[in-house]
């Protein structure tokens, strides 16, 4: 067996994408005369700052020797959008299988999703496994590319992705996707399928709208739904088509840890006590900070979280909350949260028993009195809070969701669930 890793070889801008260089490489290695076992997208740490678009590495699992593998993987490389200063191309070939890849690799697998990782490491541990390098321009790419090879034995959680690929002659083009089609197939197939629109914005999430070359993508957890999904959509004709196996909703880059080892460029989930009022700042962004042993840390719902910021905006002082997210420049991007315990009441000053009108202070530890009557009471009142939210997960809509981050309505969590549609 042989596995061919793969990165970075789109661009912010441009008209190439990895899983299109992935795609291109299977039909090779068929022409070949290899077999595909199977085509893995695995996304990366998403809060590294060099990303293209969504941090995606590729690998190719064959039966084909390394030797000609690795000259395929050389012409895929040639598909690079290396005109972009920012794209570094980088492949790794591994003679050996999924399975039989060192432990060190596959740990380095697990530390490129939930930290940053240099390409001086990932250059060292392939080489000391022995495994084949190429590179363009200064080979960053070679880090996404070691991880890919290393992801079979890193996780055990995998969904899928179909993807549906556009003429070249159609790339940097509008795309003709009949919206309609998308949103009946994807009702048809939740929630084995998810993620493919939003409905609350009217949205057909699975419709890039970058250059590249990808008409849609469907995401779930049945292949066969999946491609169920993108047969009945209507629109311009597809090219290609591949179906690949991923870490994409799974949460895979979440490390669950106290407040205080909470660093910046990595995700977690951590819990604390809501210690602030939420405030709404300029962009319609709602931030709210919440602590833990006397630490603290402010957690953020940005503007294109939409209705989400509502339920950030319904938490009170003294909520137990258990937050995920991305931490950058010490605020965590929210991707979810729980409410673990919601304050139920409030104390307040007494309303007179006999008038009903609210009593005055009586002096200090002197209680309260009715200014019209007399009556007197001892002190506040605990009074039950109207609340807008309960206890249980909340998520961003589709819209807005990470492709690692995982849809509530995949199910797995403690407690209730309201999924967003």
């Known amino acids: 067996m042989t596995i061919v890793g793969l990165d970075d070889t789109d661009s912010r801008e441009g008209g190439m994408c990895t899983t299109y260089a992935a795609s291109e490489l299977a039909d090779d290695i068929r022409a070949a005369g290899g077999t595909v076992e199977r085509l893995l997208l695995i996304r990366l740490n998403p809060a590294v700052e060099h990303k293209t678009r969504g941090n995606a590495a590729l690998a190719v699992h064959t039966d084909l020797d390394a030797d000609r593998a690795t000259e395929l993987a050389e012409s895929t490389l040639d598909l690079a959008e290396v005109d972009d200063p920012r794209t570094n191309p980088g ?150 088509r591949a179906t690949f196996l991923t870490n994409q909703g799974t949460d895979v880059h979440l490390q669950t840890t106290a407040l205080a080892a909470v660093e910046d460029d990595s995700a977690y989930r951590v819990s604390g006590e809501v210690v602030d009022p939420p405030e709404t700042r300029a962009g319609g962004h709602v931030f709210v900070t919440i602590a833990d042993d006397g630490e603290t840390l402010p957690c953020a719902a940005f503007e294109p979280t939409k209705g989400f910021r509502d339920r950030v905006r319904s938490l009170r002082v003294g909520d137990r909350v258990t937050v995920c997210g991305e931490v950058s420049d010490g605020t965590l991007k929210l991707e979810k949260f729980r409410a673990d315990a919601v304050v139920e009441t409030e104390r307040v000053t007494p309303n007179c028993p006999d008038c009903d009108r609210s009593m005055s202070s009586a002096g200090r530890d002197q209680g309260y009195r009715c200014r019209d009557c007399g009556t007197s009471a ?44």
Do not use: M
């Open 91 to 240: 492949a790794v070939v591994a003679d050996c299988a999924p399975e039989a890849v060192p432990s060190a690799v596959a740990e380095f697998t697990t530390d490129a999703v939930r930290s940053i990782q240099d390409r001086v490491t990932a250059t060292t541990l392939a080489d000391h496994a022995g495994f084949a390098r190429l590179e363009r321009r200064n080979g960053r790419g070679l880090i996404g590319a070691l991880a890919a090879v290393g992801a079979w034995t890193a996780f055990d959680e995998w969904t899928y992705e179909h993807i549906a690929y556009r003429g070249r002659e159609r790339w940097g083009t509008e795309r003709d996707v009949d919206t309609e089609s998308v949103f009946l197939a994807a009702e048809a197939h939740y929630p084995a399928v998810w993620d493919t629109v939003d409905q609350t914005s009217n949205y057909p999430v699975c419709v890039p709208r970058t250059p590249c070359p990808v008409l849609y993508g469907i995401r779930g957890d049945d292949p066969e739904a999946c491609r169920a999904v993108a047969d009945a959509i209507e629109g311009e004709p597809v090219a290609e």
């Open 378 to 421: 001892p002190g506040k009142i605990e009074r039950p809070i109207d609340r807008e939210i309960e206890p249980g997960w909340y998520e961003v809509p589709p819209v807005a969701r990470r492709h690692v981050a995982k849809p509530l309505v995949r199910g797995g969590f403690d407690g209730p669930t309201h999924p967003e549609r």
